[in-house]
């Protein structure tokens, strides 16, 4: 009789292996999950902005050493600026929260930021004659 008389039953232990139905719950686990998601998500996001970046440039039709620096530049810190939402994400579902809506408004409301502020660091370039 080596059992531990204070430990959990097996039937408590079944129960708790079907209420996570194989889900890692570790902030490891959690982590992993939350950031491959918002790697593709990555996708979209540098899409919109290529896109987008592409369009004030082909726009203007002025395209120096100083807007493709502007754009290099501006390119590592949206990459850089990326990893808040995977890491604020991580830590909503550490916490117990479990919907999407978090994720998917970060995600909007991140890329729209990104947008203006892609806006304002080119348009000040390319439109430079505007009062």
């Known amino acids: 009789m080596n059992e531990n008389p204070y430990a959990a039953t097996n039937t408590a232990n079944a129960s708790i292996s079907e209420d996570t139905l194989g889900e890692d719950r570790s902030l490891l686990g959690i982590a992993r999950n939350v950031?491959?998601?918002?790697?593709?998500?990555?996708?979209?996001?540098?899409?919109?902005?290529?896109?987008?970046?592409?369009?004030?440039?082909?726009?203007?039709?002025?395209?120096?050493?100083?807007?493709v620096m502007s754009i290099v530049i501006g390119a590592f810190f949206a990459n850089l600026l990326y990893f808040a939402g995977p890491v604020i994400d991580t830590y909503i579902r550490w916490l117990g929260y479990r919907s999407s809506w978090p994720r998917w408004f970060m995600f909007v409301c991140g890329t729209l930021l990104s947008l203006l502020l892609a806006l304002g660091l080119l348009g000040s370039q390319l439109l430079p004659n505007q009062p």
């Open 35 to 67: 950031f491959l998601a918002w790697e593709k998500l990555r996708i979209i996001y540098l899409g919109i902005l290529t896109l987008f970046t592409l369009f004030l440039v082909g726009f203007s039709g002025f395209l120096n050493y100083s807007v």
